[in-house]
């Protein structure tokens, strides 16, 4: 699953670079018996299989390094966001645990640092939301994009991004707005901060409670309700 992810684009050019290492490991490679199981029926009854704790806990103390924070992928975490991908690329050693099955034995949530969610909504396993994470982490570490790249992004200033446009300035009857051809840095800046509040206020209203606005985004977001 994960050899897309490493062997394309810009995660591809990161690991060449050396700005980030990953490794993959198997824990199934850690079980005892002659059938490699990793997982198990469920004490009490019930449906599906749950997975144990002695692959998977032999499989991470091999890997654990006093650096290492460990982190369990599950619907049940914190769910992801732009924060906490910043927050994650300042860690040294990140150890994603995924599991490819219904459910963790209770006693392996002893041995974790955090519980992540890619959002509320259940997959086959780990794997494509650790890969999620992965590469929101990737991209914002040092020389895996130009670091002018994310300062836009949208999140990184509790907002949406502006629309964007490039060539050519017309395209079936549609205009690039005239401001944007303008060269005109500070009215483009204040364009894009602008638009970058309408779209929020329309799409994702709930971004904009509980924020602290500066006097110049007060004006605008005055100027875009009178207009709405
Ligand atoms: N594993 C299964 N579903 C998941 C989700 N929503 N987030 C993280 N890991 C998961």
Redesign the pocket.
Known sequence: MFEGFLHTSIIKRAIEKGVVEVEIHDFREFALDRHKSVDDTPYGGGQGMVLMCQPLLDCLKTITTDDSLVIL???Q?QT?SQKMAVDLSNEKHIIFI??HYEGFDERIRDYVDME???????????E???MVISDAIIRLLHGAIRQSSHEDDSFSNGLLEYPQYTHPAEYDGTRVPEVLLSGHHENIRKWRLKESLRRTMIRRPDLLEGRTFTEEELKLLEEIKENY
């Open positions: 992928m599950s619907p975490g992801f995924c599991g992540v969610s890619i959002g509320d909504y259940v997959l086959t396993g780990g494509l939301s650790s």
